[in-house]
């Protein structure tokens, strides 16, 4: 390679305990994966399609629209059953005015930021980290908020502030390194702490007018810790199905079999596809981990959603030595969405990625205007990288 | 005015596509360095722009020229890995494989190289000992010769213990003009072996993934197989190896340069489960991922089984497949038949390819 794969200032051993043996992580994806079960999956869900009726559903998390788009799920629906990508890509959802907060503590005289790789390239209103990392901030790539603490230990003369992002799925790992960093007495250590919860969110757009869903394709991983009760209220006040599915794509088909086969019979329930990894009643230490560190906002921003009460999480005061908030006055401007961007209805499902005035033109992954387009998992950037393709096109392309 | 539809909206983003690149950035970032959009913006916009010639303009991999009664292949790289020894090699016999593979691939013998050191204050001897004693056994396995040089120190902290620019020259010796804008409808691209083995090797050997294999890098030079290939099709259209970028990023050249389309069958591309295990718990694509011992080459479609047979009858080549097609519609991009039985865009990569969070 010509190139470093990672930049160059990414952290050496992070991961406490041995290292993990790769050639078995494929042993149970392929059947996940097979061609001919995609087939007869896809048959029953034409099967389920009552003859002139329209479904729409919305996949909330940003892990299922990229698999949707890698592995063209879409190509195998039938045209009445319409995907509807929602807000739950962690990234999508930070406002420019929490990056440009990020950049100012990152700017502060010997301050290491650490972010996940995803945030890189988020813009902010003055530019991304990318672009500040440029004009000489330090700011490094982390893989786990634990590398950002370890770097601190080793920087003793730096203070070291984690940008952290994320549902409830990555909300545990930033409590145990606060909890971690408390028992060790470190204290160049800190979070900028942009944690968000799914369930207001979700409230959010249940509200919303222009709502056009039939049933919801429920976040694999932030169940994993939530558990499935507290979606209980969409099914039974809502009238709406949901049933929280994993990552593969036959994953992705069979929670659109059930959520077919729930409006078939006339049900709305919560339903579990994903009973190999979530337990209905979720992984209770890792929520009490949340719950010791940190607690609810007021209220915070949304990319494209507006302000949302109860939506985020904050540190406790008890652990306000790790509050990055508290340890600088940051400038917390708020930070207008610029006006060409439709992320926010992107994000709400209202319009489809290239029904954006934007979309592909202005707006594209090497230049997002949106965060939208940034992310791998962000709706726009699936659809341009992967999907921005009609299927006839493809067809043709396929005949050769 | 009534809303665009999808399809219009597609053609649009198409022809935006094909605008000239731009840089509006103030800065360079690790993106220009990626090998992906924003480098080939850099490379048109600003080099291309500053030093246009018809010799640079086609953007081969290597410049082809005549001197006298022959013509010469002539390539410059420049090798940063870190780190700097890793499984399967080290930073010295990746500098000479990657210049002699520029050159190879343009169907030239590969005969001189240049070898520039940048070093930093306090590098230890015995570990450049190490990268020239493997640039030397590299050199000899070619068939080529290191016969200038230059070596620069700079002080400490001003460079990450060493640098190696390589340039080469090759001299073309069978009538072949191998050309990125050279396929056609109905070609085959083919690869040479299994993708992605450096480039995982090299994120692994960095230790901070907690992740352990038995990969090695696929670092070698690719000579001989580049003349099997021209002997089992003397009309091959286009050679490259897939260096920085990966499969992904020749493709999109090749169907770009060509303005053809590129359609590989997802099924067919040959992964180690190594490679695909490490590269889904990373989140990032193989085909995304450096190889520095393999090539995609574009052969007419009645010649892609004698050229695979060929190349499976030499040790390198055991793991070569045929893995898509050359299509007419829609020019300049490249589509993947996805194993699950859909298909997907595959696109230049934009930035790093950084793994996802979630």
């Given amino acids: 390679m010509r190139d470093r794969p990672a930049p160059p200032d990414a952290p050496t051993p992070a991961t406490e305990g041995g290292p993990v043996a790769v050639t078995s992580a494929m042993r149970f994806v392929d059947e996940f994966r097979d061609r001919d079960t995609a087939r007869a999956v896809a048959a029953r869900i034409a099967e389920l399609c009552e003859p002139g009726r329209r479904y729409g559903f919305m996949e909330i998390c940003g892990g299922h629209t990229h698999t949707i788009y890698k592995h063209g799920i879409e190509d195998l629906l039938p045209e009445a059953v319409d995907l509807v990508h929602g807000p739950g890509c962690p990234v999508c959802v930070i406002p420019m005015g929490r990056v440009d907060d990020a950049i100012w503590i990152a700017e502060q005289e010997g301050v290491i930021l650490t972010s996940f790789g995803d945030l890189l390239r988020v813009p902010g209103s003055r530019g991304s980290f990318l672009e500040a990392k440029a004009r000489g901030c330090d700011i490094r790539m982390v893989y786990s908020p634990l590398d950002s603490l370890r770097i601190a230990r080793e920087n003793p003369d730096r203070r070291v502030v984690f940008m952290a992002i994320g549902f409830e799925t990555t909300a545990p790992s930033t409590a145990v390194t606060v909890l971690r960093a408390a028992a060790e007495g470190i204290s160049n250590f800190s979070v900028l702490c942009n944690h968000v919860s799914i369930i207001p969110a979700l409230r959010a757009i249940l509200a919303a007018s222009d709502l056009r869903v039939d049933g919801f394709i429920g976040p694999g991983h932030v169940s994993t810790v939530i558990g499935c009760e507290p979606y209980r209220f969409i099914a039974e006040r809502h009238g709406r199905p949901f049933v929280v599915a994993g990552f593969e794509p036959l994953d992705i088909l069979q929670s659109i079999q059930m959520l077919l086969l729930q409006l078939h019979e006339g049900r709305s329930e919560v339903e579990n596809q994903y009973t190999r990894v979530v337990s209905w009643e979720g992984n209770r230490k890792a929520v009490r981990a949340i719950e010791e560190v940190m607690e609810p906002r007021a209220t915070f921003e949304w990319r494209g959603l507006g302000w949302i009460p109860d939506s985020a999480l904050q540190l406790r005061k008890e652990y306000a030595a790790f509050d990055a908030e508290r340890a600088w006055e940051v400038p917390a401007a708020r930070v207008a969405d610029p006006r060409a961007c439709q992320c926010g209805e992107v994000l709400r499902g209202v319009i489809k990625p290239w029904q954006c005035r934007v979309f592909g033109t202005a707006c594209t992954p090497e230049a997002p205007i949106g965060t939208c387009m940034v992310s791998s998992e962000g709706a726009c950037a699936a659809y341009y990288n992967f999907g921005r393709f009609s299927r006839p096109r493809a067809a043709a392309a396929r005949r050769g | ?358």
């Fill in chain 2, 1 to 358: 005015m009534s809303e665009p539809t999808e399809r219009e909206v597609l053609e649009r983003v198409d022809r935006v596509r094909r605008r000239r690149p731009r840089v509006t950035d103030e800065r360079i970032t690790l993106s220009h360095g990626s090998g992906g959009k924003a480098t080939h913006a850099l490379v048109e916009a600003l080099f291309v722009e500053a030093f246009r010639n018809p010799i640079l303009e086609p953007l081969e991999d290597q410049a082809v020229f005549e001197v006298g009664q022959a013509r010469l292949a002539f390539t410059t790289d420049s090798f940063v890995v870190s780190p700097l020894f890793f499984p399967g090699g080290d930073i010295g016999d990746l500098a000479v494989n990657g210049t002699v593979n520029d050159l190879a691939v343009s169907g030239a013998r590969p005969l001189y190289l240049s070898a520039g050191l940048i070093l930093e204050e306090g590098f230890p001897v015995a570990d450049l000992r190490r990268i020239v004693a493997s640039m030397a056994a590299a050199a000899e396995r070619a068939g080529v010769q290191v016969v200038t040089g230059d070596t620069k120190v700079v002080e400490r902290g001003k460079a990450d213990s060493c640098f190696i620019n390589t340039a080469g020259i090759g001299v073309l010796e069978r009538d072949v003009r191998l050309s990125v804008s050279a396929a056609c409808p109905g070609d085959a691209v083919i690869v040479s072996g299994p993708v992605g083995d450096h480039g995982i090797t090299i994120m692994l050997a960095r230790g901070e993934l907690g992740i352990s294999s038995d990969l090695r890098s696929d670092t070698a030079p690719l000579t001989d197989l580049v003349g099997l290939v021209l002997e089992a099709a003397p009309q091959t259209r286009f050679i490259r190896d897939a260096t920085r970028g990966g499969v992904a990023t020749i493709c999109n050249e090749l169907a770009q340069a060509s303005q053809v389309a590129v359609v590989l069958d997802e099924r067919a591309i040959p992964v180690r489960p190594e490679v695909r295990g490490a590269a889904e718990i990373l989140g990032i694509d193989p085909l995304y991922v450096a190889c520095e011992g393999r090539f995609v080459a574009a052969v007419p479609g009645e010649r892609a089984e004698a050229v695979v047979a060929a190349l499976r009858g030499h040790p390198q080549g055991q793991g070569a497949a045929v893995i898509g097609h050359v299509a007419a519609e829609p020019p300049g991009l490249v589509l993947v038949d996805t194993a699950f039985g859909g298909t997907r865009i595959l696109d230049m990569l934009v930035g790093d390819p950084l793994p996802r969070i979630c």
